[in-house]
Each structure stands twice: as C-alpha cells, then as structure tokens.
C-alpha cells in the first residue's frame, strides 16, 4: 500500500506561483504514474497533469499547460506539480495520484489507485 501526502498549498494573488508537493511511503513510486487532479466545490474532481513511470513523457489539461510542469524524483519518491501565472479559476483542493496505468487513460481518476488527502489552493483576484 501506498500513503500520498501532498503540501504547498495555501493563498496566493493571480499571477503568483506556487510548487505543489507528493510524498509517497510505504512504497516505491517508480512504477507508477503520477497525476495531480484538483476540486473545486460542487464540481468533480478534474485531471491537471500526469507523468509516466520512465519521466519521460508528460500530459496535461488545457486549462494548465503552458504554464505547469509535473516532475517526479524517484529517489526520493516525491511527485512535484510547478504552477505559474495562477488564475482565480485554479482555486480548488489538489490531490496527488498514482497508478499502474497501462492505456492512455492517464486522465481518467479511475485509473488511480491511490490518493492524497489534498491539499487547499485558494488564488485571490
């Protein structure tokens, strides 16, 4: 089994930036992909990004690409999610995930097997 405990979040003017952290234990994350999905109140949980199990290739959602970046570093089994330019629209609760995920239904939250508690991001216009 494995326990994800994301950190980072917090209030930050539009236009700021902030760097969302995954701890991952009990584990290795190495073969897993990664994803980071967020919820905003009354609305479902949405995929941000995803990062494979290799590094080496990454997805994310129109709302956020361009101005996010996922990483992860499997020596020190963390997952990481890079945002910039933020929006009042990005304000949601941010969860990290991971899976085996062999289709390319990386932005599919069924496909996660295990999740963060999340973490609040709230943007100020």
């Known amino acids: 089994q494995v326990q994800l405990v994301e950190s980072g979040g917090g209030l930050v003017q539009a236009g700021g930036s902030l760097r969302l952290s995954c701890t991952a234990s009990?584990?290795?994350?190495?073969?897993?992909?990664m994803g980071w999905f967020r919820q905003a109140p009354g609305k479902e949980r949405e995929f941000v990004a995803a990062i494979r199990w290799s590094g080496g290739r990454t997805s994310y959602a129109d709302s956020v690409k361009g101005r996010s970046t996922i990483s992860r570093d499997n020596a020190k089994n963390m997952a990481y999610l890079q945002m910039n330019s933020v929006r009042p629209e990005d304000t949601a609760a941010y969860y990290c995930a991971a899976g085996v995920i062999y289709s390319a239904k990386y932005y599919d939250r069924r496909e996660y097997e295990h999740w963060g508690q999340g973490t609040q991001v709230t943007v100020s216009s």
């Open positions: 009990g584990r290795t994350i190495s073969s897993y992909t």
